[in-house]
Structures are given as C-alpha cells and as structure tokens.
C-alpha cells in the first residue's frame, strides 16, 4: 500500500519537476544573489506583504531622491554586511533593486550605484542606531522635498499594494 502510495506520488511529482526544469528562467547574477540573499524575507518580486517587512516592488526607488536615502539603502546592514565581498557585484544587485523591483518609484535622472559608492557605505552601516529611527527621518525629507507618497511612513500602503 505505503510503496503504491509512493509511486503514485512518484509519478505526479515528477512530470511536474520536468515541467520545472524546462521552464525555470534564467536569472541574471544581480537576480540570483537577491533570490539568495533577499528573497526570503522581501519576497521574490520584492512584496513582502503581509509581513512586517518593508515592501520593495514599486516603492523602493523613492529613497533615490536625496543623497542620505540614496546612502541608506547600501547602509542597511543586511546589504552593508552582505556576505557579497564584490563591490561590484553589490552594487549591480542593488540596482536591479532599486531599478528593477522599484519600478516607477525610481525618480528620473537617478545615477546607478558604482562599487566605488558602494564601497565606501559599505563602511558606514547603520550598526548602532536605531533602523526605524533612521528611516522615520529620512522618509520625513522624502515625503516633505519629493512627490513620495506618505504611505511610505509604513512599510506598505493599506492595501498591501504599491504606493500611489
Ligand atoms: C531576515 C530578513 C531580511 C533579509 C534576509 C533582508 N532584509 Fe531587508 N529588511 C528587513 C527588515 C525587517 C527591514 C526593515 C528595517 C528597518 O526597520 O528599516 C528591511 C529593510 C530593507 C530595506 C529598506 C526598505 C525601507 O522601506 O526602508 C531595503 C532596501 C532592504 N531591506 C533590502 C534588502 C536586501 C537588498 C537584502 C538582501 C541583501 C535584504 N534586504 C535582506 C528584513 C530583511
């Protein structure tokens, strides 16, 4: 019985993983290390909703419009200390973030990150202070200087959709 119930599982499962196989994208370097690194927690399109977790998809880009929101998303320390020792790498990841997953929300004119830029934060993570301390101020600029909804006060608007 337990061996007929196993070979029938058996035989669902594997058409379905064949399916997997043939049809899994190719993910680009900066992609695969945020599935790996990111993805987890941020979701894989960046919406973490309903977690207490920022929402990245469509919002993230919004920090791009003063130079401290610009430095602090590479001064996170989840992307600071990112096991990714290459600059470079990093700072392609973190502009797949931004301008990929951000989408619209990413003002126009914004520059890319270099792994010069990076480099340098990366010195400078936010290890003492208070994270939702230091992102209350900095969304407080954003919603006062730029056309940034004040929903991004939270981690996510109402509705668990992107910010309008
Ligand atoms: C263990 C879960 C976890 C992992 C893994 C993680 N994050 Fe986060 N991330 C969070 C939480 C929680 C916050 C909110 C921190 C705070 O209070 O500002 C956050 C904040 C952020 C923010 C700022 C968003 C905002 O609206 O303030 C960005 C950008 C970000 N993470 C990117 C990343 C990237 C890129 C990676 C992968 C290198 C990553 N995170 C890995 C949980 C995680």
Known sequence: MIKAA??????????????AASNWPELTTPES????????CHGMQGDSYPAEIPVLRDRIGYFMCIQEGREYLIRLPNVAYSPIPDNQQLADM??????GLGGTSVPKGAKPF???EVGKLRTRALATESLI???????????GRCAVPKSMNDFYDGQGQAAR
Do not use: Q, W
């Open 6 to 19: 196993a070979a029938a599982a058996l035989f669902c499962i594997a058409p379905a993983m064949a399916y």
């Open 94 to 99: 973190m502009n797949f973030v931004v301008f």
């Open 33 to 40: 290390d945020y599935v790996e690194h990111c993805s987890g």
């Open 133 to 143: 301390d230091a992102r209350a101020e900095i969304v407080g600029k954003l919603v």
């Open 114 to 116: 270099t792994a010069a």
